[in-house]
């Protein structure tokens, strides 16, 4: 599932142009984006290609399955900062560490029906 042809699909029902850069600037929103992607992580694991900051492609493999997570560490204090509602936090499947990504930054997501791991 390409997030873009989403994307392309909500900006010709709008009668909008399409171009690569029209794509990138809309912004559908991010409640229900983010809802939906974070839900789809809790059950599923994804492999996620997205545009880091520096302009790089990065491919991820990544889950918020309990059952993959690692166990919370011992005494540490959950935090109390505000979590960012543009940046999602995941476990990255292949190099078992958590990483993050910016949400408007997605370029694809695709379900994983083989183990990663």
Not at 62 to 86: C, F, M, N, Q, V
Not at 100 to 110: G, H, I, P, T, Y
């Amino acid at each position: 599932m390409k997030l873009t042809k989403t994307m392309n699909k909500v900006l010709k029902e709008r009668g909008k142009e399409m171009t690569t850069k029209k794509v990138k600037q809309y912004k559908p929103s991010l409640t229900l984006k983010r809802a939906t992607l974070v839900q789809m992580l809790q059950h599923m694991h994804l492999r996620i290609v997205f545009i880091k900051a520096d302009g790089e492609t990065r491919e991820l493999y990544a889950t918020l399955r309990k059952e993959a997570l690692p166990p919370p560490k011992e005494g540490k204090e959950p935090s109390t900062k505000e979590k960012s509602k543009e940046v999602i936090p995941v476990w990255d499947l292949q190099k078992k560490v958590w990483r993050a990504f910016r949400l408007d930054s997605v370029v694809e997501v695709e379900v994983m029906f083989k183990n990663i791991e």
